[in-house]
């Protein structure tokens, strides 16, 4: 199996932008499709971004389109969020997560992930 380690969250002022990363050990990610998702105090946890095995194609939710972009770098076996012009309400914990059964849809639900990071907390103030 994959493991999954996110970095780079921290407090950050609304309008502000930070880059998430999500390094991977084990296996390679070049052939898994990749997942950002977010999970609020007393929330659920919710889609943010998703890559899939080629990087050719990308998928976001309406709450982060234009704002958010996920992005592949396969030699350095890591996957990344960049999140641009942050609202309070992207305060969360950030996950990243591999799928490895379907890797060439474009959109797939939260169970169609098998390997999950631990998190990263990301807190941007008004």
């Known amino acids: 199996q994959v493991q999954l380690v996110e970095s780079g969250g921290g407090l950050v002022q609304a309008g502000g932008s930070l880059r998430l990363s999500c390094a991977a050990s084990g296996r390679t990610l070049s052939s898994y499709a990749m997942g950002w998702f977010r999970q609020a105090p007393g929330k659920e946890r919710d889609f943010v971004a998703r890559i899939i095995r080629s990087g050719g194609s990308t998928y976001y939710p309406d709450s982060v389109k234009g704002r958010f972009t996920i992005s592949r770098a396969n030699a350095q076996n890591t996957v990344y969020l960049q999140m641009n012009s942050l609202k309070p309400e992207d305060t969360a914990v950030y996950y990243c997560?591999?799928?490895?059964?379907?890797?060439?849809?474009?959109?797939?639900?939260?169970?169609?992930?098998?390997?999950w990071g631990q998190g990263t907390q990301v807190t941007v103030s008004a």
């Open positions: 997560a591999a799928d490895r059964r379907f890797p060439d849809a474009v959109r797939r639900e939260s169970n169609d992930y098998d390997y």
